[in-house]
């Protein structure tokens, strides 16, 4: 038998017989190993850990403690769900069955319309199937005998997504496990008896392929785990996301509102949520001029030819809105600012004397997002970029990424984010730019990284086709991730426009761009704000900082004079001027997540002072009027955040 090769991820090269399988591999390192292998990777490909390796190789082994065999592990679970509702429902067609962040779901087609109490039966159903620990077998198959299979079954569904596969180029495996048969690239767990424990979770309505004018299917989430604590532990976070959730929080504190009638994916802030937006953004505003921006306003529209030019409407049209008609031009509602401020840089000539110019503006832009994805501030149509641009020479780049990454670091942790990951996405296969140039660009945001003692990944392919980039992600409160900042090359751009300064040679040179957002997007981050806090927001971004509450009408008067002191003092307040009990009144500010509560009776009337009850915290003393403004004023001048 033919010998081969695998070199592991440390180095080392072993030898084996051809035919070894990934999982055989394991064995042979360690049985514990081999125990909790999920899935592996041969030369960059997943691979089924009981699939054959026959050439010499690079092979890595990955468990559930990896993105990589959390994924596999989803997915497969998505199989056994649909294998269930399969027995149960066996006029049921399916349609896509991802692992997705937190999980997995199944778009599936049926007569009945499914409730919570038959997710318990799908799930006792999924319990019996995975019991008989049957294996997940893959077979590949031409295009031609994947359309007859498919077609046998009256899979539709299946059939449309085999019509968009390139025949010639494109591997069609379909995966067995038991009597349920789906459409797959893989890879799975080796059984279905690898899947021990599971929660659905829930189900909705989805359009087929996001798309509102295809029919509605039933989409079923669920997660699945390989340690029921993993699983306890996961459903306990799900609960306190619930009790997050900002749509509800948002509706609850009277923040924002979205109006489906009036416009889906669209944004309505109310002034409470305006307060909150105001200072977020006056914060912006002031750190970008301190460090060293310049804030532009640029249109909301423009002519056709400046989106041809930037090759939007080439790469990004169907995000874009339709155009309007004017003057026998179309216009189009801009879908980012960056050709905006690139007309401000060729309005006039510039110098490498001029250089870096670091323009920013929080730029309103709309994009056309299907309807099925949109999801309160997180998926939006129409968002508020905190956006920036760059234009530099070559040889400040490196200068100019230190400076952004360190910007993102003070602004994350100034909003109480301290736990970041950065990663260095690279340049995928169909990219514009010479390849020296791609790879001074990277070298220069992994140098800059490294300048500033950070740890990243790097996103082998991930950049844009214009550039390299640094992802930065972010962990909230519940340890939950999300990509926000993006530092971003562009060499696309300043070539399609012709940009260029005069360098000290006296020639024209063509300047680095930079697109760069720290926040993302203000209604993103504000969604995720009001979930990393729970509503209840510092001090400084609070809506209301204070409410004044009289233990009865008679303390009124007083009550008044506190809430005017206090406004002169540039706090937030409101007097509670109902005519209810004060244990209510108390709870119900309590509920509304006001920071302070300042409790005023004969007491504190005769001594002109405030008795201070804290949000969670409960009475905290008694203190004059000027010693309570002052330890207000030191909350928000420090930007103070109570964990």
């Known amino acids: 038998m033919n010998k081969i090769n695998i070199t592991l991820p440390d180095g080392s090269v072993k030898e084996f017989d051809s035919g070894i399988t990934p999982y055989q591999v394991a064995e042979s390192i360690s049985g514990r190993l081999a125990s909790d292998a999920i899935v592996a990777k041969v030369d960059d490909k997943l691979w089924d850990l009981h699939r054959s390796i026959n050439n010499d190789s690079k092979l890595s082994i990955h468990t559930f403690n990896d993105p990589i065999g959390q994924e596999t592990y989803w997915h497969s679970t998505s199989h056994l769900m649909a294998h269930a509702v399969q027995e149960l429902y066996p006029e049921a067609k399916f349609g896509v069955g ?18 919570e109490d038959d997710l318990g039966k799908i799930e006792k159903k999924m319990s019996d199937i995975a019991s008989k620990n049957n294996p997940f077998k893959r077979t590949e198959l031409s295009k031609d005998e994947a359309v007859k299979f498919f077609d046998k079954k009256g899979d539709n569904y299946k059939l449309e997504l085999l019509d968009a596969m390139d025949e010639n180029g494109q591997v069609i495996s379909i995966y067995d496990e038991g009597e349920f048969t789906d459409l797959c690239r893989g890879p799975h767990v080796p059984s279905a008896g690898a899947i021990k424990y599971f929660k659905l979770l829930s189900v909705s309505g989805s359009y087929w392929r996001g798309d509102e004018k295809n029919k509605q299917l039933q989409r079923i989430y669920g997660v699945s785990f390989p340690k029921k604590k993993m699983l306890e532990d996961h459903l306990f976070m799900l609960e306190e996301a619930k009790k997050r959730d900002h749509r509800k929080l948002g509706k609850q504190l009277n923040l924002f509102s979205v109006h489906e009638e009036a416009g889906p994916g669209l944004i309505y802030w109310h002034p409470k949520g305006a307060r909150v937006r105001n200072e977020i953004e006056n914060f912006w505003r002031d750190a970008h001029y301190k460090n060293g921006y310049e804030l532009l306003y640029s249109p909301h529209v423009g002519k056709g030819w400046l989106w041809e030019t930037s090759g939007h409407l080439e790469n990004y049209g169907e995000n874009m809105y339709a155009p309007m ?3 026998d031009n179309d216009y189009y509602i801009k879908p980012m600012n960056c050709p905006f401020h690139i007309m401000m840089y ?3 000539l510039h110098s490498y004397r001029d250089l870096p110019l670091r323009w920013a503006e929080l730029g309103t832009v709309y994009r056309y997002e299907k309807s099925g994805v949109l999801h309160g501030l997180l998926r939006v149509r129409g968002f508020t970029q905190d956006d920036a641009h760059i234009f530099c020479a070559q040889e400040q780049i490196e200068d100019e990424i230190v400076e952004v990454i360190r910007f993102s670091l003070f602004m994350w942790k100034s909003f109480g984010f301290e736990d970041l990951k950065f ?8 990219a514009v730019g010479e390849n020296e140039t791609w790879d001074k660009a990277t070298k220069s945001l992994i140098n800059a990284l490294d300048k500033e003692g950070l740890k990243y990944e790097l996103d082998e392919g991930g950049g844009a086709f214009y550039g390299p980039k640094i992802d930065i992600k972010i962990k909230d409160a519940l340890h939950r991730e999300w990509q926000m900042s993006t530092i971003q090359f562009d ?3 300043p070539e399609r426009f012709d940009m260029t300064y005069i360098g000290e040679d006296g020639k024209e040179h063509r300047p680095f761009m930079v697109h760069r957002a720290l926040l993302g997007s203000i209604e993103r981050f504000m969604g995720v704000l009001i979930e990393h806090f729970g509503g209840a927001f510092p001090t400084w971004l609070a809506p209301v900082q204070a409410a004044v509450v009289p233990v009865s009408q008679n303390y009124l008067v007083y009550a008044e004079e506190v809430g005017n002191f206090l406004k002169k003092n540039n706090i937030r307040v409101e007097v509670d001027r109902r005519n209810e009990k004060l244990g209510y009144k108390i709870r119900d500010w309590e509920t509304n997540k006001v920071p302070f509560m300042l409790i005023v009776g004969e007491k504190e009337k005769e001594s002109n002072s405030v008795s201070i009850r804290q949000h969670k915290s409960g009475d905290i003393g008694t203190k004059s009027l000027s010693e309570f403004s002052d330890m207000v004023f030191d909350e928000i001048i420090n930007k103070t955040i109570h964990n």
């Open 98 to 115: 991802p692992a997705v962040e937190g999980g997995f779901y199944y778009d599936i087609d049926i007569n009945s319309q499914l409730t």
């Open 325 to 327: 008609k004017v003057d």
């Open 346 to 348: 060729k309005s006039a």
């Open 423 to 430: 990663y260095v996405a690279t340049r995928p296969e169909k």
């Open 491 to 493: 060499f696309n751009l």
